[in-house]
């Protein structure tokens, strides 16, 4: 089998660990691999024998002219990039990064998050900085109420182990499904609003798709108790960056921890980087890992040589 290497790396070498990484998994599985590695130049003409595209947000056009192409893997969970790209082959299917190890990062990121907001060590930060030795009120994780917007891979994860430390959680998603273990779940566009209105903190692992778009507004955060707290760590076009702004300025919004914002990197200069009530991440809540994430990848080339199903196939249509 033939594959395609494509994406965008912050370096070369962060590409070429992929690609050993990839290598290595996917050479147990299908001995006989040919990888094909696409270094950013010009658009060469690829082998028409490529089977696969294993992709990390490549820039568009890179898929095309791929007459045999059967399975676009992608390398990142979510695929919002991925499916901007109008020139996608259309019939091919997509499958999208879904790794454990991804989900437990992420959710240790948002324990970290929620931890910081419960006990205020982001104000003891800010007073370290000061030189200033002030104790200030301990809450305990049952006084908060904790809203995770979505429940999938990294939703539900991130929201059981929020439950096991005692917060009161609840969960926000599509389509009524599954309960997930001591976490109420709820479902669809009209029950967002009650949740928000007793929300002390909103933890945002929605995918990036037109319904989910600038849902985080003016409205979105007006909704939500005075001095409650966001924390987004999905995509930063969830977010109207001017109504965020202007509802910390206003210290109608307590805080925000920002991981991912509408232009990555976050230029110099901007608002948030100095903002008071704002801890910055650079998209760093979970990244992929690349031993784990190629064993993944390994497993599905292998489902598609067997003819089995592709997991975690994305439906286009909904955009996650
Ligand atoms: P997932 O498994 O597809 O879960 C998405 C969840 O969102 C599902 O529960 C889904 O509801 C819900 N949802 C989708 N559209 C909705 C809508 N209009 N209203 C209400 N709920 C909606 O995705 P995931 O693997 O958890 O990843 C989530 C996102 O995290 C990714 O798309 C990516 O943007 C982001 N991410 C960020 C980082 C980082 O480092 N910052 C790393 C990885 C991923 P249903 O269950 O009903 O379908
Ligand atoms: C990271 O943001 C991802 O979608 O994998």
């Known amino acids: 089998m033939d594959i395609l290497l494509t994406g965008r790396w912050a370096d070369d070498e962060e590409r070429d660990t992929w690609l050993a990484a990839l290598q290595g998994a996917v050479q147990a599985v299908l001995p006989g691999a040919r990888w094909w590695l696409d270094r950013g130049e010009a658009q060469p003409a690829w082998p028409a024998d490529i089977e696969v595209a294993v992709v990390a947000n490549p820039p568009p056009g890179r898929l095309q002219g791929l007459p045999r192409l059967r399975l676009i893997q992608s390398l990142w969970a979510g695929v919002d990039r991925l499916l901007a790209d109008a020139t996608l082959p259309a019939e091919v299917p997509i499958a999208r990064m879904v ?32 030189g200033l030795w002030r104790q200030l009120p301990q809450r305990r994780a049952d006084e908060l109420a904790v809203t995770v917007l979505g429940c999938g891979q990294m939703g539900a994860t991130a929201a059981r182990r929020l439950a096991a430390m005692g917060y009161r959680v609840r969960a926000w998603r599509a389509t009524t499904g599954a309960p997930v273990d001591g976490i109420e779940v709820h479902a669809g566009a009209e029950a967002l609003w009650p949740l928000l209105a007793g929300s002390d903190i909103v933890v945002n692992l929605l995918p990036l798709t037109p319904a989910t778009r600038a849902l985080i507004d003016a ?7 005075p001095g409650a707290a966001l924390v987004n760590l999905a995509r930063g076009a969830h977010v109207v960056e001017a109504d965020l702004l202007a509802a910390l300025d206003t210290g109608r919004l307590g805080h925000a921890v920002l991981d991912v914002f509408a232009t990555e990197p976050l230029p110099a200069g901007h608002p948030f980087w100095a903002h008071p009530g704002v801890t910055l991440l650079p998209h760093a809540a979970a990244l992929t890992d690349p031993r784990s994430a190629a064993t993944v990848v390994a497993a599905n080339l292998r489902a598609l040589v067997e003819g089995a199903e592709i997991v975690h196939r994305v439906d286009r249509r909904r955009g996650y």
């Open 99 to 130: 790794d454990p190890t991804m989900n437990a990062a992420m959710a240790e990121t948002v324990l970290w998050a929620v931890l910081t907001l419960l006990r205020g060590f982001h104000h003891y930060a800010a007073q370290q900085r000061a």
């Open 219 to 225: 409205r979105f955060l007006a909704a939500l108790p």
